[in-house]
């Protein structure tokens, strides 16, 4: 981070020397490229589909006969489909949960749908998402549970080298993914083989996962790993479906009664906020499922959440600068439910009217200040191209400023989508938004942290003006500053 800092710094000078004002530092904490990449997704689906879609179970003890895998209908093309139409832009398979059953036919054991009457043993799951996936211009990504209650050397160190070697065969077999999501869930009861007893590992040591994460880094370069504590993305801290408010980018994962940060053992309720001046750019992923439960049972197919409650979901997410890894659970034919389905079209019927249009288009764009005065690249008009790449930023002195919207006529908005320029950090502390009366500013709504990405929601707003107040520690860049309009449904659906 500081490498890069006086390189900007550097170029800063070469560039004022030409007569021209170059960017700002860069800020605290920085993304990598990967990074950068995840944060364009915001919004994804998480796939639980195991043998305890059978057994009716959340957590199978590992002793489950591989031959009650056998779904009557599966199809990867319509779950995948269901979620490419829901605007998700990619899904992350449950590979392997902690009762270990494969969803692959992994060489390394014979606990797998090769064991199965599905497909005659011939099936693979993983394949069919992974192809669907591509089919349909989605990411995909696989969990793989550290936890394995079938395996006998769960707990010594063989089981790690299985556990690596299944790693290594996914991101082979299946690539390219863009999420390796690794649980927390680490020991306890469980069948390892036919013992049939507890076992307990050292978190801290067991794993060795700079070892593990190594793995992922030489084989899937361009993948971003979740945990308790990343490397490159954060657990929330809940699976209530919500990021803290403010949810800063930036974290310093802490460990439970002094012990080191590693999966399962941290404190947890702090990947909630984060922390303002965090060590390292970890940013929060939102988990949550459209039911109670991770799998699918029958008994919640008139539980699953309404399109309305998914709409909050997605405005504490992603509206709050996090992803929303929405789970959703296919029953015993292979096939997402048809009550799933509805709600999240539902969800997406709302978003696509709202977010299809910005009422900031053709805006004339007013800054209090701007960087090296008439400066192009760093212009107030940035905010309203559509670009993310492109940003406002002010001299480096004016860490409080304002933009201003002159809309092409009087604008009635309920949301309002705030963006950064991350590759320079998260900035701005404090923001506030204004609309002019006709006489004076009245402010509607205020905040910290815009980071990623940051949404307004709340009472209509009728203005020809608005006004966007930020202020910070260093100078600001703002990539977005947008305008849309949450449409009105009677059919139930939406704001009254």
């Not at 981070?1 to 030409?18: D, F, H, N, P, S």
């Not at 960087?371 to 107030?380: K, L, M, Q, Y």
Request: aromatic share 12%; with cysteine; net charge neutral.
């Amino acid at each position: 981070m500081r490498q890069v800092a006086v390189a900007a710094a550097g170029m800063a000078i070469v560039t004022a020397l030409a007569g021209a004002a170059g960017p700002p530092a860069p800020y605290g904490a920085l993304p990598s490229a990967g990074q950068l990449a995840w944060h364009e997704l915001e919004f994804y689906g998480f796939v639980h589909f195991t043998i305890n879609t059978f057994t009716d179970k959340e957590w199978g003890y590992g002793d489950e006969s591989p031959t009650l895998f056998n779904p009557t209908d599966f199809s990867a093309e319509q779950i995948v489909g269901a979620m490419a139409d829901a605007g998700m832009a990619g899904v992350i398979l449950t590979c392997k949960h902690h009762d270990g059953f494969c969803l692959w036919p992994s060489k390394f054991t014979r606990h797998s749908i090769a064991a199965s009457p599905w497909m005659g043993g011939k099936g693979d799951v993983v394949r069919a998402f992974a192809d669907a996936c591509r089919w349909r211009g989605l990411r995909f990504g696989v969990y793989l549970s550290p936890w394995d209650r079938n395996h006998s050397e769960y707990g010594r160190p063989a089981y790690v080298e299985y556990y690596r070697s299944q790693l290594r065969e996914l991101l082979t077999l299946y690539g390219p993914v863009f999420e390796v999501w690794f649980d927390g869930a680490n020991g306890g009861d469980g069948y390892y083989g036919g013992a049939r007893e507890r076992r307990t590992i050292d978190p801290a040591t067991y794993y060795d996962w700079p070892g593990t994460w190594q793995i992922v880094r030489d084989l899937a370069p361009r993948a971003c790993m979740f945990s308790d504590v990343g490397p490159d993305i954060r657990w929330v801290g809940n699976e209530r479906g919500y990021a803290g408010d403010p949810c800063w980018a930036t974290y310093t994962p802490h460990g439970r009664n002094g012990q080191p940060p590693v999966p399962g053992q941290v404190m947890h309720t702090e990947g909630e906020n984060g922390h303002r001046d965090g060590r390292y750019w970890l940013p929060a992923e939102v988990d949550v499922s459209i039911r109670p439960g991770w799998f699918w049972h029958e008994r919640e197919n008139d539980k699953v959440r309404t399109p309305e409650n998914l709409l909050q979901l997605y405005y504490q997410s992603v509206g709050r600068g996090a992803s929303l890894l929405l789970n959703l659970p296919p029953d015993r034919r292979g096939r997402l439910h048809e009550n799933d389905i509805a709600s999240l079209m539902g969800m997406r019927h709302i978003l696509g009217a709202t977010f299809g249009q910005d009422l900031a288009k053709g805006a004339r764009v007013t800054a209090s200040s701007s960087r090296g005065g008439s400066e192009a690249r760093f212009a107030p008009a940035n905010v309203v191209d559509g670009d993310r790449s492109t940003y406002w930023c002010t001299d480096d002195a004016a860490t409080s400023a304002e933009l201003v919207l002159e809309l092409v006529g009087r604008m009635t908005f309920n949301v309002v989508s705030l963006r950064e320029h991350l590759p320079l950090g998260q900035r701005v502390e404090t923001w506030a938004l204004d609309r002019w009366d006709g006489t004076g500013w009245i402010e509607f709504g205020a905040g910290k942290a815009i980071g990623s990405r940051r949404l307004w929601r709340g009472e209509p707003q009728t203005a020809t003006k608005v006004r966007l107040r930020v202020k910070g520690p260093v100078c600001p860049a703002i990539s977005e500053f947008a305008l849309h309009r949450e449409p009105v449904w009677t059919g139930g659906h939406g704001r009254s």
